[in-house]
Nanobody, 124 residues
Framework: QVQLVESGGGLVQAGGSLRLSCAAS????????MGWFRRVPGKERELVAF????????YYADSVKGRFTISRDNAKNTVYLQMNSLKPEDTAVYYC?????????????????WGQGTQVTVSS
């Protein structure tokens, strides 16, 4: 059974940091593009960042550029999202996603596997 399990969410004050982890199991994800999305109630799911299978290509949404860092450890089948200088507007449920075909994938529908999400709440 293929699973993506996020962890590391929580409540933090503005300016603080959190590190999200996404542990994948059930198949090898080392060739997949891995992404982090977030969703706020009443809004569309938003791409936060993605990383290519080698880690050589990174993408960040403008809203998080310079504050968030995506990384992966293929040996551990795990992807991370380091979030620094958090703002109240970063409050959302954060989802990890995997895309089998790899490449530069900006759209949620291009990702086949999804985690259950982890809540991040940033207080002002």
């Amino acid at each position: 059974q293929v699973q993506l399990v996020e962890s590391g969410g929580g409540l933090v004050q503005a300016g603080g940091s959190l590190r999200l982890s996404c542990a994948a199991s059930g198949r090898t994800f080392s060739r997949d593009t891995m992404g982090w999305f977030r969703r706020v109630p009443g809004k569309e799911r938003e791409l936060v960042a993605f990383i290519s299978w080698s880690g050589g290509i990174l993408y960040y949404a403008d809203s998080v550029k310079g504050r968030f860092t995506i990384s992966r450890d293929n040996a551990k089948n795990t992807v991370y999202l380091q979030m620094n200088s958090l703002k109240p507007e970063d409050t959302a449920v954060y989802y990890c996603a995997a895309a089998i075909r790899g490449g530069l994938l900006y759209v949620a529908d291009e990702y086949e596997y999804w985690g259950q999400g982890t809540q991040v709440t940033v207080s002002s």
